[in-house]
């Protein structure tokens, strides 16, 4: 019904750069808030950063003042863009949204995206 594609991950050095794309596709009607979600190795997933559909933004501290959340509303993309990369931030990424399909009448399901894998290191 809705697909949630990501794309741009890969191995970059520390102090580096990537940018993150994932796009939704399918039968939709809206969609509310998005965001990105981490899996380092050995770490639980965690909450990177949000971006409602209003354009508020959300990081958790570690990323704070080197990524930036962004969106293309006519696009249904959301966008990650990560400066200063640390081996720390070493991470399978994950788009999440929430999203209204054209059967619903209100209200939004939560999808997934299948997963990015970034690599920072030297």
């Known amino acids: 019904q809705v697909q949630l594609v990501e794309s741009g991950g890969g191995l970059v050095q520390p102090g580096g750069s990537l940018r993150l794309s994932c796009a939704a596709s399918?039968?939709?009607?809206?969609?509310?808030?998005m965001g990105w979600y981490r899996q380092a190795p050995g770490k639980e997933r965690e909450l990177v950063a949000d971006?409602?559909?209003?354009?508020?933004?959300n990081y958790v501290d570690s990323v704070k003042g080197r990524f930036t959340i962004s969106r293309d509303n006519a696009r249904n993309t959301v966008y990650l863009q990560m400066n200063s990369l640390k081996s720390e931030d070493t991470a399978v990424y994950y788009c999440?949204?929430?999203?209204?399909?054209?059967?619903?009448?209100?209200?939004?399901?939560?999808?997934w995206g299948q997963g990015t894998r970034v690599t920072v290191s030297s």
């Open positions: 971006i409602t559909s209003g354009g508020s933004t």
């Open positions: 399918g039968n939709i009607f809206s969609i509310r808030d």
């Open positions: 999440n949204a929430h999203i209204r399909t054209i059967t619903m009448i209100s209200g939004q399901d939560e999808y």
